[in-house]
């Protein structure tokens, strides 16, 4: 059973930085793509920023120029590195992963994350 653990979120000043983390467990299978959302309740997930197998990494308009997303030294593993947070970057974020049942598959299943939350407040 594929399991996705969130950590590093907490409180932030304007400002300030935060680092977030994803470990996906529970299968021996790299992820095509793992990604950082965030959500509000309410509102649609909207990307933060993705990272493919490849490297191939993409970032959404909130994050651009500011968070930096990378490969964890650990299989299946995520860094999402927040730099000059603002008020507005308060969310819950949530973790997924792209995985196939095996390797060669060309098909495959979403796992999420519970989600962590980020406070920017001063």
């Given amino acids: ?11 932030a000043q304007p400002g300030g930085s935060l680092t977030l983390s994803c470990q996906a467990s ?3 299978v790299d992820a095509n793509v793992m990604a950082w959302f965030r959500e509000s309740p309410g509102q649609l997930r909207d990307l933060v ?4 197998k490849a490297g ?4 959404g308009d909130s994050a651009e120029g500011r968070f930096t997303i990378s490969m ?3 299989q299946n593993s995520i860094r999402l590195q927040m730099t ?7 969310d819950v974020y ?4 792209e995985i196939p049942a095996r390797p060669e598959d060309t098909y495959w299943r979403d796992y999420w994350g519970p989600g962590i ?6």
């Fill in 117 to 122: 939350q980020v406070n920017v407040s001063s």
């Fill in 1 to 11: 059973q594929v399991q996705l653990v969130e950590s590093g979120g907490g409180l």
């Fill in 84 to 90: 000059n947070l603002k008020p507005e970057d308060t």
């Fill in 49 to 52: 920023a993705r990272i493919s």
């Fill in 94 to 97: 949530k973790c997924k992963a």
């Fill in 72 to 74: 964890g030294e650990v």
């Fill in 56 to 59: 191939v990494i993409k970032y």
């Fill in 26 to 28: 529970g299968t021996t």
